[in-house]
Nanobody, 124 residues
């Protein structure tokens, strides 16, 4: 199984980025997907998650209204559209695949597979 995250970069505060995570080696539409972020020396933080069908989405309070998670099962890809970015959004973002029976998609320990991370830097 491989999850390949991309789309990170440097952006000014108030700007936008779109992260992508392409999956291979798994039956993509069997897995709820999530995005987490983690800064060095800090705990992994839940950002957003989406059900296997795409019908349900979940967000951390810190990103609600600014970030949008979506998925394209035909392309085996999950996206994170990030708008109105703030300097405090600066960190490494990781995509992950949870098991289908996961009950708490905000919990990192529900996830089976993780991507390698993509760096997002927001300048003030």
């Amino acid at each position: 199984v491989q999850l390949q995250a991309s789309g990170g970069g440097l952006v000014q505060a108030g700007g936008s980025l779109r992260l992508s995570c392409a999956a291979s080696g798994l039956t993509f539409d069997n897995y709820p997907m999530g995005w987490f972020r983690q800064a060095p020396g800090k705990e992994r933080e839940f950002v957003a998650a989406i059900s296997w069908s795409g019908d349900s989405t979940y967000y951390a309070d810190s990103v609600k209204g600014r970030f949008t998670i979506s998925r394209d099962n035909a392309k085996a890809t999950v996206y994170l559209q990030m708008n109105s970015l703030k300097p405090e959004d600066t960190t490494t973002y990781y995509c992950a695949a949870a098991w289908r029976g996961a009950t708490s998609l905000a919990s990192w320990n529900e996830y089976l597979y993780w991507g390698q991370g993509t760096q997002v830097t927001v300048s003030s």
